[in-house]
């Protein structure tokens, strides 16, 4: 179906988990020929990797996008249609890292220090300022225009455009994948699913990823689960065999209990307590419950919860810009480098373009009623429906009353985050830290907070100013 161009801007271009198979996937769509394709990104050197690429593969695969590239947003945004924002303020690894250890001088020591406990918030509060800048710039040079998000912590930045701005955002995640993965396994034998032996954890290690993926893009051909709650916070409402519309539930829960007890050991016991299969997998999950940061239990070494492997994610990061700085040089055979799957937002751009109410099973968007116990205009995930004229969830109704508690303070810490560094306010943020279930002391908490300000001043001006 042939629609009208588009003007498609990527900010964040060069994004080590985003960019390149978002913007493979856009030169790939025939309805997208023609468009513009506007790459951003402040590191020069990469984005100078990351056109040669892309003019190149337009180029082989005759896609016919007018590319352009600037290295501040503010040059690209004017009536773009879509911005699709991947940026990362960094040095992603060292600054997580750095998240993870402040606390831990005082005792406090996080299961994985990404999305939720203090580390959550320092790493919101750091990228919540520049996305900030590109959605009140969206205002005055694009207002009707969808802002596309995957920058991580998801819920707390797609707040903060929501909340602070007249700009429209939905936030993209894959995560749903863990959890059709981790059914694949339990349903292997019953649906004719090969899984491999090193298929044992769903974290995001190098260890884990291919087995993870290829157990996910079986099962996923196979099975469709309606999961919903917050982003990598979510919860497996059904299961049914995509052909049959079969209810498999009854029978996931069954093989779940036979699978390995070291498979994923702390979503087992969630799935127990709680009746409902939490979707992200252990290393997630762990962030935004309550039980897993007791300093004397160490509960971490009884779920065999991993950290994020820092140092090796930095390398694989250097490696992957070696690999595609010799491929815009070589020219190389395309197939061998790309990868040939996307993120979702050439779907969701297409289907705002053609009408095409795709429905697509994890969405980020504002709860508008959707689900029925949780804060109305609290950033939600879920499934949708993508059409000319906007998003609508689904409806999901109520949550057990347990699971929506444990979403409730996720959403209200998210808010006070998102509050706290918008206004610059130190209260605020104390307040967040408070509620966060690893913090046991208002003293080590406001001593967190102070660390963080000093040692991220630089990325977090409101609290200085």
């Not at 971490?300 to 990061?317: G, I």
Request: aromatic share 10%; hydrophobic share 45%; glycine share 6%.
């Amino acid at each position: 179906m042939k629609v009208q161009p588009t003007k498609i801007v990527c900010v964040g271009a060069g994004s080590y988990s985003f960019g390149l198979t978002t913007l493979v996937s856009l030169l790939r769509s025939p309805i997208l020929n023609g468009s513009q394709l506007i790459l951003v990104d402040k590191n020069e050197a990469h984005l100078a990797i990351m056109v040669e690429l892309i003019s190149w593969l337009n180029d082989v695969w005759d896609a016919g996008m007018h590319i352009d590239a600037y290295t501040h947003h503010r040059q690209a945004l004017k009536d773009a249609n879509f911005v699709i924002n991947a940026i990362e303020v960094g040095p992603r690894e060292g600054l997580w890292e750095s998240d993870f250890r402040i606390p831990l001088k005082f005792g406090v020591r996080q299961p994985y220090a990404e999305n939720s406990g203090p580390g959550g918030f320092a790493h919101a509060a750091r990228n919540i300022t520049p996305i900030m800048e590109i959605a009140r710039d969206m205002e005055n040079l694009c207002p009707d225009a969808w802002l596309i998000n995957f920058t991580n912590p998801m819920a707390r930045i797609c707040a903060a455009i929501h909340r602070h701005t007249r700009i429209k955002v939905v936030g993209l995640c894959h995560q749903l994948s863990a959890g059709y993965a981790m059914v694949g396994k339990a349903l292997a034998n019953d649906l004719n699913i090969m899984v491999p032996d090193f298929f044992t954890s769903t974290h995001a290690s190098p260890r884990y990823a291919a087995s993870m993926f290829f157990t996910y893009f079986q099962a996923v051909e196979k099975v469709k689960i309606i999961a919903a709650g917050v982003n990598h916070f979510t919860w497996m409402l059904n299961l049914t065999d995509r052909k049959a519309n079969a209810d498999l539930y009854p029978l996931f829960r069954e093989r779940w209990q036979a699978l390995p007890e070291n498979f994923e050991p702390l979503t087992r016991r969630v799935f127990d307590a709680f009746g409902l299969f939490p979707i992200p997998g252990d290393e997630h999950l762990c962030e935004y419950l309550p039980w897993v940061s007791d300093p004397v239990t160490k509960p971490w070494e009884k779920y065999e919860l991993e950290l994020y492997e820092w140092s090796d994610h930095e390398q694989s990061r250097e490696d992957q810009w070696s690999s595609l700085a010799q491929a815009a040089r070589d020219k190389a055979n395309p197939e061998e480098f790309v990868p040939n799957y996307s993120e979702g937002a050439q779907e969701v751009i297409e289907s705002f373009l053609t009408d095409g109410h795709l429905l697509w099973e994890a969405l980020n968007i504002p709860n508008q009623g959707q689900i029925t116990n949780l804060p109305l205009d609290a950033i939600i995930e879920l499934p949708g429906t993508i059409a000319a004229d906007g998003i609508t969830g689904a409806q999901i109704g109520e949550l057990p009353e347990g699971i929506a508690e444990l979403l409730r303070r996720e959403i209200t810490i998210s808010h006070l985050t998102v509050d706290a560094v918008l206004y610059g306010d130190r209260k605020l943020a104390l307040q967040a830290l408070l509620l966060d279930s690893v913090i046991r002391d208002m003293d080590i908490a406001q001593k967190i907070l102070d660390e963080y300000l000093i040692a991220y001043r630089e990325q977090l001006p409101t609290f200085w100013e």
